[in-house]
């Protein structure tokens, strides 16, 4: 759309808060879920359903966003998203046990879904292509610093309300955003004759949802041992198969198969895939590694996660500003090599790392994902057809949030088996030939042979363990963002207007 659009920037202001709280929902309750544990009356292995609830449901259903934008109109999908969302936010709040919360979180993401792919489809549409990579800086800010600062709001509200607030926050905005779209956005024509492809729908909902209960009950259930976890992987690889050779066999699918011979595209939704793993995960980890182990409180953990906003608002505005100058593709690589050598430097920490090198590390990993992720968004549709734009955006928020949610399951699983690891490499070191144990105050405290000492000893080896694993987690994910550097050839270089480049985020 290149013809000028009233109201343009409230609607871009009413948008970027529906995508904001949508993000933010995803991290926000990472610092509280201590709280929540003993509030709820759970372990920690169950409390952490709370994040991955919501971000698979919003996975599931973000696939036939599209479908129901061209069925429904776009307008009225995003009021009726958006008044879900803050009504299922307010009954996650007033959440009284583990399973309320789970359901709720998982309607949360039900009606969350749509958020981000019809405020990223609306910008373009009302954005003409010279100021395109600008508009998609603007979105990009509220996709990414939303994760990232979702921490620090989410400390502030524990430490000094309650961690009921965390989702009480949404009311007001909510609220505004709804108001604002109801009176600026225009409204478009809905095709009623459209028929949903449920088999498509119900059995990629099959394939992911079994995925992800595989990797967050693998680790509880011994993995291939069990009967459960060989029928939920069977289930996944089944749903998966089945919606693959639909889509391309049925006769009216929900996602078009045309979409995916577009390269740029395909290659995108590969790199957002690897971008959303490491995104959601380095903070879940963070969290807990500054709670748990450094000792920081819960209002001080917020606050050092902060940085990595800062950081992704700066490389957003940067790179809304060189985009039409410099190849998007280098952009790209820049950021992802920035971003795998700064979790090689997490790989390294011990909990008493200075508060400076602390910071540091986390504003330039915030500027790395940023300066990634803002080229992303703009090659992603350099060559795709327009009429496939509603159908891509829900497609790399779905890769985006899939790859979130199996972030978070495989650094939480590997973490535990990491721990259990190096607990055993350290304690093969206890033995009654360890001269450390047999006099001064290391053998009054920690002598085996007593209950107590004994208790002490292992409590210091896991401790060990723990910090072991965490670095181990590190470098997993920094394997898995060098790996994406090999997704870039296989793009062709964004041609915008020239005027791109003088455009300000």
């Known amino acids: 759309m290149t013809q000028p659009v009233p109201h343009r920037a409230l609607i871009t202001g009413c948008t970027m808060v529906a995508t904001l709280m949508q993000a933010l929902d995803s991290t926000i309750a990472n610092v509280a879920l201590p709280y929540m544990q003993g509030s709820l009356s759970t372990t920690a292995d169950q409390v952490t359903w709370v994040l991955t609830s919501y971000v698979i449901a919003s996975a599931i259903m973000t696939a036939p966003v599209g479908w129901l934008a061209a069925r429904f109109g776009r307008k009225n999908l995003f009021i009726a998203s958006l008044a879900g969302f803050t009504l299922t936010s307010m009954l996650c709040g007033a959440a009284q046990s583990l399973e309320q919360m789970v359901v709720f979180r998982l309607a949360q993401g039900v009606f969350g879904a749509a958020l981000v792919p019809l405020s990223q489809a609306t910008l373009l549409d009302i954005y003409p292509v010279e100021r395109r990579a600008s508009a998609m800086a603007i979105w990009g800010m509220g996709v990414m610093v939303g994760p990232i600062l979702g921490p620090t709001l989410g400390g502030y509200l524990t430490e000094f309300y309650n961690w009921r607030w965390v989702f009480y926050v949404n009311l007001p905005f909510g609220l505004l955003a709804i108001a604002g779209l109801l009176a600026c956005m225009p409204a478009e024509n809905s095709d009623a004759t459209m028929r949903f492809d449920w088999t498509g729908f119900a059995v990629l909902a099959l394939g992911i ?29 089944l749903g998966l198969y089945l919606f693959v050779v639909h889509m391309f066999t049925a006769e009216h699918p929900f996602l078009p198969p045309a979409i995916f011979r577009d390269r740029n595209f395909t290659a995108a939704l590969l790199m957002m895939f690897a971008i959303g793993m490491v995104l959601l995960a380095t903070s879940a980890l963070l969290a807990p590694y500054l ?167 292992d409590a210091a080896i896991h401790r060990q363990a723990q910090i072991i694993a965490y670095n181990d987690d590190y470098r997993l994910m920094m394997v898995a963002t060098l790996g994406a550097l090999l997704l870039l050839p296989l793009m062709r270089r964004h041609r915008g207007p020239v005027r791109s480049a003088a455009a300000g985020a």
């Not at 595989?214 to 976890?229: A, C, N, P, V, Y």
């Open 209 to 237: 949802g079994a995925l992800q209960l595989m990797l967050d009950r693998g680790q509880d259930q011994d993995w291939f041992t069990s009967r459960e976890i060989m029928t939920e992987a069977v289930l996944a690889g």
């Open 291 to 457: 709670q748990n182990l450094a000792g920081y409180p819960v209002e001080t953990t917020g606050l050092a996660m902060a940085p990595r906003g800062i950081g992704t608002m700066a490389a957003m505005v940067l790179a809304g500003r060189i985009g039409g100058r410099i190849d998007q593709r280098k952009l790209m690589a820049a950021g992802l090599l920035l971003l795998s050598w700064t979790l090689y430097d997490m790989s390294l920490w011990t909990p008493d790392i200075s508060e400076r090198r602390l910071l540091v590390t986390i504003l330039i990993q915030g500027f790395a994902i940023g300066i990634v992720f803002n080229p992303l968004s703009v090659t992603a549709f350099t060559t795709l057809a327009p009429q496939l734009r509603g159908d891509g955006t829900a497609l790399l928020s779905l890769f985006r949030n899939t790859g979130a949610a199996i972030g978070i399951s495989v650094t939480a699983f590997s973490l535990a088996q990491f721990t259990q690891a190096a607990h055993a490499d350290l304690a093969a070191y206890v033995t009654p030939f360890n001269h450390l144990l047999q006099s001064g105050a290391a053998g009054h405290f920690y002598n085996p042979a007593s209950a107590g000492g004994a208790a002490l000893l």
